[in-house]
């Protein structure tokens, strides 16, 4: 499976914008990018997933470089909530299989 | 909102017992999975189960461990006879839509098994 790397932590006041990066350089061509968080004590928890176009819903928006050698997971407005550590998945599963690779992720932190 | 459930959410166990974890998956979903997360360490895969059969599991799922649909709404996993090293968070998780590059997978809260 194609690696991601991700910053180990970041740090957003709350009701500020958040923008979460995710290198991806080694890309496939059929490789969808997906991001999950997980909150403290739960479950992972499915945020958006795109593949070459930009995507928006109801959580959040996904900004994929024209290269798609990179991708931003944006938060519009950080509430409290948000705390999470959040994981940018590369999944194929013409060759990753049936697995989702979770990595270790971005921790943020929502600071009141 | 559907969601997964997973029971007990907290089970202590004896080393050389065996454990049952049950998990609900949402009630439309075909595709069902196993995770595992150790204490300060990475989500890793266990297995995935489809049409009452396991379609894939990881180099973890050893011959201690089973999984079963026992009737139309129940998944579970069995560790035979638990080592120290399953302590874990196990989560369940389902899909509708199957192994697809474009799958969005539904976690349940997980069970912290503690085996001493």
């Known amino acids: 499976d194609a690696k991601t790397t991700q910053p180990n932590s970041m740090e957003s006041n709350e009701e500020e914008p958040v923008h979460l990066p995710c290198n991806h350089s080694?890309?496939?061509?059929?490789?969808?990018i997906h991001w999950y968080r997980q909150l403290p004590s739960q479950g992972p928890e499915y945020v958006i997933h795109g593949l070459t176009s930009n995507v928006n819903n109801r959580m959040a928006s996904l900004a994929i470089a024209e290269d798609r050698k990179s991708s931003t997971l944006i938060l519009h407005r950080a509430t409290l909530r948000d705390a999470a550590v959040y994981y940018c998945i590369l999944r194929d599963v013409l060759t990753g299989g049936n697995q989702f690779y979770f990595g270790t992720g971005t921790s943020l932190t929502v600071i009141p | 909102e559907p969601e997964v459930t997973q029971t007990p959410s907290h089970q202590v166990t004896q080393m050389g017992q065996e454990v049952i974890l049950r998990c609900v998956p949402i009630?439309?979903?075909?595709?069902f999975y196993w995770y595992r997360q150790i204490l300060g360490q990475k989500v890793e895969f266990l297995v995935s189960?489809?049409?009452?059969?396991?379609?894939?599991k990881s180099e973890i799922f050893d011959d201690q461990f089973s999984v079963e649909r026992p009737d139309g709404s129940n998944f579970t996993l069995k560790i035979r006879s638990t080592k120290l090293e399953d302590s874990a968070m196990y989560f369940c998780?389902?899909?509708?839509?199957?192994?697809?590059?474009?799958?969005?997978?539904?976690f349940g809260s997980g069970t912290q098994l503690s085996v001493l």
């Open positions: 998780a389902s899909s509708e839509q199957g192994p697809a590059s474009n799958e969005k997978l539904f």
């Open positions: 009630s439309n979903h075909l595709y």
């Open positions: 189960f489809y049409n009452n059969e396991i379609s894939e």
């Open positions: 080694t890309i496939s061509g059929t490789d969808y």
